[in-house]
């Protein structure tokens, strides 16, 4: 392991009520800058587009895919609920690539006996940005093995800046929704896939074979859908969260996956209701475009807001049965970051909400953009690179979150 480079500041610890009790919708919470610029010799991690952040239980750490720089990143939180450590402490941030194609989304994948990995690898499901595929993926390398084809379906549109983008597992993990980005191509469109495993057989000494399919998603009237974000279900599965990012509001269905009766299931969409939109609020100006979310063990959805340069970013605490805003996570005060894009809930009690960003296209006045942030429950870090495999890693202190998620689901591969 190569020495590790000196731990840089971080910004001030901010504090408020705990967000249940907050009467202030805007309160701030601690946050944890895991990427950053400075003095100490670079570089730095730093995310073009980071999004689809998810935690895995089964190892204690983060993943989240750099769609422009094609690229799965991975975080270890197994040293980050102990002592505070020195500055020069060391923790494990792998990488998966870069590949010749984006990565828009990725879901992880259920393990057995049958598809364990070795190590420093890794089975996702990978939405490229001209498909679907079942891959083992390995830690520094571009090298892909293929566990299954490209799902088969309708043909997904790459063309043009055209591709895949949000995604997530329901709560069965039979079925992996994941929507397209239209390439801001005028008068483009784009669509909402089901991606679910349509057979799995078995070679003689050749071990599983699978393959996918997907369709587009029956019922979902967004026929002029151009940016898909926000895709996230309900606590009990029974609705789905999806909006287009440029109409600026959350829309949910009522979520029904039946058995079509030759071992094959669908999914089926009704009963389209606002949760949140931006048109509602009265002379709030500029707020905002809705970007990735996550549902609490509350029932409530957390949706990061991309601001775009206009202003910094943050995190809403939606109602979904009133659409009002109860709580909001902001950056730190010297933190100008305005492309908040993802958020999930991590660490063993699931207290920790991990934001995702972006850096491409910032202003040089965003000097953490691309950043990887977390509030509460876990000592307040930064992280610089050692090499391509390494970060170092100095904790400092532990605020403990008062909401909590619930488990990410995988995709079922039996």
């Known amino acids: 392991m190569a020495a590790a480079d000196a731990a840089l500041p971080v910004s001030d610890i901010l504090s408020s009520p705990p967000l249940s009790a907050a009467s202030n919708p805007t309160a701030t919470r601690v946050l944890l800058q895991a990427a950053a610029t400075g003095t100490g010799g670079g570089p730095y991690y730093r995310a073009l587009l980071g999004e689809c952040i998810v935690y895995d239980d089964a190892s204690n750490s983060i993943l989240w895919v750099d769609i422009d720089g094609k690229s799965i990143h991975e975080l270890s939180l197994l040293d980050m609920n102990t002592e505070p450590q020195a500055a020069g402490g060391t923790t494990a941030v792998t990488t998966y690539g870069p590949y010749p194609k984006k990565v828009c989304a990725i879901a992880l994948v259920s393990q057995s006996s049958a598809n364990e990995t070795p190590a420093g690898t ?135 996956s039946n058995n079509r009766g030759d071992g094959e299931s669908s999914v ?47 995190i809403q605490r939606i109602d979904p049965e009133s659409g009002q805003v109860v709580s909001t996570v902001t950056l730190p005060d010297d933190d100008s970051t305005t492309q908040t894009t993802c958020c999930c809930f991590g660490g063993p009690d699931l207290n920790i909400l991990f934001i995702s960003s972006a850096s491409e296209g910032a202003a040089s006045e965003e000097p953490y953009a691309g950043s990887i942030y977390a509030v509460d429950g876990i000592q307040m870090i930064v992280l610089t690179v050692v090499n391509s495999q390494q970060h170092s890693l100095s904790a400092f202190k532990t605020v403990k979150l008062d909401v909590k998620g619930l488990p990410e689901s995988k995709f079922t591969w039996a």
């Open 122 to 256: 890794r089975n996702v499901l990978v939405a490229w940005e001209d498909g679907f595929q079942l891959c083992r993926v390995l830690s520094g390398s571009d090298v892909v093995v293929e566990l299954s084809g490209y799902s088969e379906g309708p043909k997904i549109n790459n063309e043009n800046g055209a591709r895949l983008n949000d995604g997530r597992c329901d709560r069965s993990g039979r079925h992996f929704i994941c929507g397209g980005y239209f390439g801001g191509i005028e008068g483009a469109t784009t669509a909402v896939y089901d991606v679910q495993l349509q057979t799995t057989s078995t070679a003689d000494g050749d071990g599983p074979i699978v393959a996918l399919m997907h369709e587009e998603m029956e019922g979902l009237d967004m026929p002029n859908l151009r940016v898909t974000n926000s895709i996230c279900f309900s606590p009990d599965g029974s609705k789905l969260y999806v909006c287009d990012s440029l109409d600026q509001s959350i829309v949910v269905y009522d979520y029904d």
């Open 268 to 314: 089926r969409l009704s009963n389209r209701q606002t949760v949140w939109s931006a048109a509602a609020l009265p002379n709030e100006g500029f707020v905002g475009l809705p970007d990735g979310s996550i549902v609490d063990a509350e029932g409530y959805l957390w949706n990061a807001v991309w601001r775009g340069g206009q202003a910094p970013g943050y």
